[in-house]
């Protein structure tokens, strides 16, 4: 009989959660997937549960309120790590350290069914074994591979084209970023708007997401540009920006507990 594996999806894009979730039930029958968490509170909840058990773990680098090692460093992971990234920019190569592995997003199926192949090789290594492996994850050594070593670093700056010119935004100056007819537009705190090339899925992996939150696929503000928040009729939050744009700001409702949390500064 063919052992099955217990898998745990960790991602804050819904759609690459399902995407990754469909890839893994439709290519591995030895997989099962048990559990979906898109934060890192919501991961640490999961991971503490001792009805829960995971054999294999597929995480984003940045999730909605903080980086993936910030999970490792609250509590211990013994699963097989697969950690997904949309850019080369954390040094990827260095993650297949002890139980770590990578993938870099759109993830190419020839290169997932590699690293699933060398999670559950090593899954049977360690049944096999009489002494199964107990090493935890090297916490120091995955920070210093997602940071480049040091601390997390994030863009300060921003060069924009008006016409002819060129000028240099700080990310301190940035209100807002919203995407509308398949561009991205970053807005600053005294109204200005610029038209960028990167996707705000780009930009998630590249601002500070002390400074910054995606509220919904749409859209990320600045912490500074929130002027309040109301509970619409339809139960959803409505976030007051300033400047105010032209459209009305909504909290996706699969973002509203990690919002407040956000706010909270947690």
Not at 82 to 88: G, L, R, S
Not at 165 to 193: C, M, P, W
């Amino acid at each position: 009989m063919t052992p099955v594996y217990n898998v745990l999806i960790v991602e804050d894009e819904l759609p690459a959660q399902a995407n990754l979730k469909r890839a893994l039930e439709r290519r591995f029958e030895s997989l099962r997937v048990i559990g979906l968490q898109s934060s890192v509170r919501g991961t640490l909840e999961w991971l503490r549960d001792k009805a829960n058990h995971a054999d294999i773990i597929f995480m984003d680098v940045e999730l909605s309120d903080g980086m993936c090692f910030d999970i490792f460093t609250e509590t211990e992971v013994r699963a097989k790590v697969v950690i997904t990234t949309a850019y080369d920019n954390y040094a990827v190569r260095a993650f297949r350290i002890n139980s770590i592995d990578y993938l870099l997003k759109p993830i190419d199926p020839a290169e997932l069914e590699g690293a699933v192949e060398r999670c559950i090789r090593a899954l049977k290594a360690e049944e096999q074994s009489a002494t199964p492996a107990t090493q935890p994850i090297d916490i120091e050594a995955l920070k210093s591979a997602l940071t480049g070593g040091g601390e997390a670093t994030y863009r300060k700056r921003f060069v924009v084209r008006f016409g002819d010119r060129l000028s240099v935004i700080e990310t301190t100056q940035v209100a807002y970023f919203y995407a509308e007819d398949k561009s991205t537009h970053l807005v600053t705190n005294e109204g200005r708007r610029y038209i960028l090339d990167q996707s705000l899925d780009q930009l998630s992996e590249e601002l500070s997401p002390a400074d910054f939150f995606r509220i919904s696929r749409n859209c990320t503000v600045s912490i500074r540009a929130i002027a309040g928040i109301s509970k619409h009729p339809s139960n959803r939050l409505k976030v007051n920006l300033i400047p105010k744009p032209d459209f009305e700001v909504f909290v996706s409702r699969s973002r509203t507990t990690d919002f407040m949390t956000w706010l909270e500064g947690k």
